[in-house]
């Protein structure tokens, strides 16, 4: 087993948990962005979204939520963002679905560095939305 996640759920790998269920863990990130940085992650290995089922991935967004709740509460963060990324291209560095959750404050000092790039054109843009409308379409009732 060499998913540092998967080790990390059998208990071969410490970790600083703060929530756990049947299906999914959600432990603090050993390099926060901002203090209370927590991965949430389903137990089973899934690489992607793509690939995770759905009643796992509604088990994920239910510990999401939990946590963002939590941060807000127990931390009393002004907000949170939720992060997660899919292959190498996205940014994923450990190949286990995960989902970042990061409380964040006023005045916490981080940026994300997103910079936008526009449609050439709205008929280009329109072009992509029926490209995926359709596409969507064709997966009525599957995810992929």
């Known amino acids: 087993m060499s998913c540092i996640f998967c080790r990390i759920v059998a208990g071969e790998i410490p970790a600083t948990v703060v929530y756990e269920d ?4 959600a432990f603090l990130d050993i390099a926060p962005i901002i203090k209370g940085h927590t991965l949430v ?3 089973p290995h899934v690489q992607h979204i793509t690939e995770i089922p759905p009643d796992l991935l509604g088990a994920c967004m239910l510990t999401v939520q939990r946590i963002a709740c939590t941060q807000m509460t ?5 907000g949170v963002n939720i992060h997660q990324a899919n292959g190498a291209a996205a940014g994923q560095v450990v190949p286990h679905l995960h989902f970042h959750v990061v409380p964040r404050f006023t005045h916490d000092g ?3 560095n997103w910079k936008s790039t526009p449609y ?5 843009m329109s072009a992509i939305g029926a490209t995926l409308r ?5 997966k ?3 995810p992929c």
Do not use: E, F, Y
Not at 134 to 138: E, I, Q, R, V, Y
């Open 22 to 25: 049947d299906l999914t863990l």
């Open 41 to 43: 992650i389903p137990k």
């Open 74 to 78: 127990s931390l009393n963060a002004d």
């Open 110 to 112: 981080h940026h994300w």
């Open 120 to 124: 050439a054109s709205l008929d280009a």
């Open 134 to 138: 359709l596409a969507c379409k064709d």
């Open 140 to 142: 009525a009732g599957k």
